[in-house]
């Protein structure tokens, strides 16, 4: 018999039992369409915990003083600088540190903080500031600048609470006179002080106070940009070792040193995507463009990376990087620089093994150094490793769930198969009369079972990447990197599935060629 | 043309053993037109299956020509079965499924014959069966006279040498019975080799020669006899 024939046969057969073989092709759709989906998307995760285990970031220590922990979103104890700033820890313990531990190979600032073209008002504006201080609306800043750069707990952008004004331990101030950098001042006036002393001035002659102009602090040379593409991105307030730390090369300009962190040069190294959305004609090294309020000069241009952040996903090209100015503020033209507190410092290993013991030397290093306790060490490996066991064993339940849904479709496929050929018992033994072999019976019969559980994995195949973004969106909504479906995976997995299914066609099609004919015939 | 010897079979029911078949002796020629009678339960059908190799007898032998059947394999019994053998049962056993035509190329199919090719085939059988007009009809549809010449129809569709009939007029009406047993006898007069199982004496005497059994044996056999 020609396969079309059988396949015609088949379709008549299964037309002629319509209903119970829609539900039971549905079924099978459904577990092929679990089974690829689980198949790509336990892959995907794989790959991504590969991807992750591999991340820079993820060979980080964190060392935060207790009680300043500003990596939690929400601190447990109200921020009072009178208690926090206890054990202030500050840039200058970084190299200490690293001079007091063997296993530790970085050590780096690197806090978040969006990087805005605009003055305040006349858009978003918002910055985490050096060290924890939180997003602060324009109105705070226009409320009474005069007040909040004189007096102490003023509440200006820049600086944190109680961080402000400096110098609090070991500060200096440095004249913005290095070449590199820049000031957001013209020449060696302060706008700022010139304010305070219109101002002053207004008050002892009893005349009406001078208003405030926002522009006359934000004032810029003429060759510094202040219109650009984006009006914001993200950027990274880092220490020189950061680029060391995560593999970013230079491809144009030079990345800056930790001496034009300590001098207070205002520079900037971009992402290679970010310059290309900054600077579509090129030329980016060596422009001055307005960033928060700040002149910056830019060094460098980073090669491309395939390194994404590991909490938003967005690709580190895309990313500009200033020298942390947890050391200092340029603020009216003038570098103040202090030695602590700088928050969060971070050291890093070049072998994720060393993670542990690295940990220890750091411990027993801050521990002598500021008395024990006084500082927390927290690795992002081990949370990450909390977590993706958590995940893991989440998805061994849904794969198994997955699994268990094709098998029962495949039990109903097989039921419903045996049923058949029961019920045509005295037709397998009238073809066998007309010169079908056992052979042909069987196949007949698998053809039959093979055709509903194709079909169910072609719509199982084609529903899968809806099922897969449910699993996605149920299971780990917030890694946000498995979002590209692995179609390969999804093919494989639905294959599987088909295979197994097919399998279970074929015991319900040997009985049939069992029949012995003549037995057959007598039936009815 | 067939040749049975001794050929025995009994079915085994657990605690009891009915036999069917004791040991027939029986030779069928070229063109004979045999009617198998005798009581119910004497191994008619049974004696039909075997001769239609839809069944294996216990003991004795089965020549087809000069083919010894028992050393042939299922595929070559099937194609046996396909090319020479027609099949007509008491009860019609059409496909419900299908419809006439579709019925009749079913032979043709497991020959590997191609669609067009087969349904020629088949439409030329139905239309000198005088079924021009149901050619599309579903077995329901059809009248049982009509149900049946659709079988005969099927039964010939890969021009067979012998055509093996379980009662074929039993569930007709005698007018519509007639009319089977003359195209039976037409077939026959055209070559065709007949074997018609029948409980009416009437049809018995019918054909060339009429076997009768009786507790699976031979009781009679007139083509002996002559
Ligand atoms: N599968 C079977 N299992 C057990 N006994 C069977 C089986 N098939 C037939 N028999 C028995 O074999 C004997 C012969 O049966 P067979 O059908 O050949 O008789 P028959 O002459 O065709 O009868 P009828 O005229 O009623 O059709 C009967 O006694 C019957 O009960
Ligand atoms: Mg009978």
Redesign the pocket.
């Known amino acids: 018999m020609r396969p079309i024939d059988r396949l015609l046969v088949s379709i008549r057969h299964i037309r002629g039992r319509l209903v119970e073989s829609i539900l039971v092709v549905l079924a099978t759709a459904v577990g092929v369409a679990l089974v690829a989906s689980m198949a790509a998307f336990i892959r995907s995760y794989d790959e991504q915990t590969e991807y992750l285990l591999s991340h820079p970031a993820y060979r980080e220590l964190i060392v935060e003083a207790v009680g300043n922990e500003t990596e939690l979103d929400e601190p447990a104890v109200e921020y009072d600088p009178d208690t926090t700033s206890e054990t202030a820890l500050g840039y200058d313990d970084i190299q200490v540190a690293l001079d007091n531990t063997t296993l530790v190979n970085y050590g780096y600032l690197a806090d978040r903080e969006e990087l805005s073209t605009q003055l305040p008002g006349s858009g978003r504006f918002s910055g985490r500031g050096m060290g924890g201080g939180g997003t602060v609306a324009p109105s705070d800043l226009s409320k009474d600048p005069a007040a909040g750069a004189g007096e102490a707990g003023g509440e200006l952008p820049f600086p944190p609470p109680g961080a402000f004004p400096p110098p609090i331990d070991g500060a200096d101030i440095a004249d913005d006179g290095t070449g590199r950098g820049d000031g957001t001042g013209s020449g060696g006036s302060n706008p700022f002080s010139a304010f305070r002393e219109q101002r002053e001035a207004a008050a002892a002659a009893g005349e009406e106070l001078p208003e405030f102009n926002l522009d006359q602090f934000f004032q810029v040379d003429d060759d510094v940009l202040t219109e650009l593409p984006l009006e914001s991105f993200p950027g990274r307030r880092v220490s020189a070792e950061f680029f060391q730390a995560y593999g970013l090369d230079v491809a144009e300009g030079s990345e800056f040193t930790n001496e034009d962190l300590e001098s207070g040069n205002q520079v900037i190294v971009l992402g290679s995507a970010l310059t290309e959305a900054l600077f579509p004609d090129g030329d980016a090294v060596g422009t001055r463009i307005r960033l928060n309020l700040q002149t910056y000069t830019v060094l460098g241009v980073l090669s491309p990376t395939t390194l994404t952040d590991t909490e938003t996903g967005a690709s580190y090209n895309d990313v500009a990087y200033v020298p942390n100015a947890a050391a200092q503020i340029n603020f009216g033209g003038r570098v103040i620089r202090m030695g602590r507190p700088a928050g969060t410092l971070r050291f890093a290993v070049d072998d994720s093994a060393n993670l542990d013991l690295a940990t220890t030397e750091l411990q027993v290093h801050f521990d002598a150094e500021f008395g024990d306790g006084s500082v927390r060490i927290t690795a992002p490996l081990e949370e990450l490793q909390a977590e993706r066991e958590k995940l893991s064993q989440i998805l061994s339940v849904v794969l198994f769930l997955a699994a268990a849904g094709l098998f029962i479709a495949s039990i109903n496929l097989f039921n419903l198969m045996l049923m058949r050929v029961i019920k045509r018992t005295k037709g397998i033994g009238i073809t066998r009369a007309l010169g079908a072999t056992r052979n042909e019976v069987a196949r007949q019969f698998l053809n039959e079972s093979a055709f509903m559980s194709l079909t169910g994995a072609v719509i199982g195949f084609a529903v899968s990447p809806l099922v897969y973004r449910l699993l996605q969106s149920a299971l780990i909504a917030e890694v946000s990197n498995v979002t590209v479906v692995n179609w390969l995976f999804l093919f494989v997995g639905a294959l599987g599935a088909f295979l197994f299914s097919l399998i279970f066609g074929v015991y319900p099609a040997r009985q049939a060629g069992r029949i012995d004919a003549?037995?057959a015939i007598?039936s009815e | 043309m067939i040749t049975l010897e001794g050929i025995s079979k009994s079915?085994d029911?657990g605690s009891v053993q009915?036999s069917?078949?004791k040991g027939i002796d029986l030779t069928i020629d070229r063109g004979e037109f045999i009617t198998v009678m005798?009581?119910?339960?004497?191994?008619?059908?049974?004696?039909?299956?075997i001769l239609g190799i839809l069944d294996t007898p216990d003991g004795g032998t089965y020549r087809l020509e000069d083919h010894d059947l028992m050393t042939l394999s299922d595929k070559e019994l099937s194609r046996i079965r396909n090319q020479h053998f027609g099949f007509v049962f008491q009860s019609f056993n059409l496909f419900n499924e299908f419809n006439a035509l579709e019925n009749v190329m079913f032979p043709l199919m497991y020959a590997g014959i191609r669609g067009s090719e087969r349904r020629e085939r088949a439409q030329t059988l139905l239309s000198q069966l005088g079924l021009d007009h149901r050619l599309y009809h579903y077995p329901n549809m059809l009248s049982g006279g009509e149900q049946q010449r659709v079988a005969i129809a099927r039964a010939l569709a890969n021009d067979p040498t012998l055509i093996l009939a379980?009662?074929p007029t039993g569930n007709l009406p005698s007018d519509k019975g007639e009319e089977i047993l003359q195209i039976l006898d037409g077939l026959n007069r055209d070559g065709v080799t007949v074997v018609m199982?029948t409980?009416d004496d009437v049809l018995g005497r019918r054909g060339s020669r009429c076997v009768r059994?009786r507790d699976?044996l031979v009781e009679s056999d007139t083509g002996r006899a002559a």
């Open positions: 003549a037995l007598r | 079915y029911l009915i069917a078949l005798g009581p119910s339960g004497s191994g008619k059908s049974t004696l039909l299956h379980d009662e199982v409980h059994l699976g």
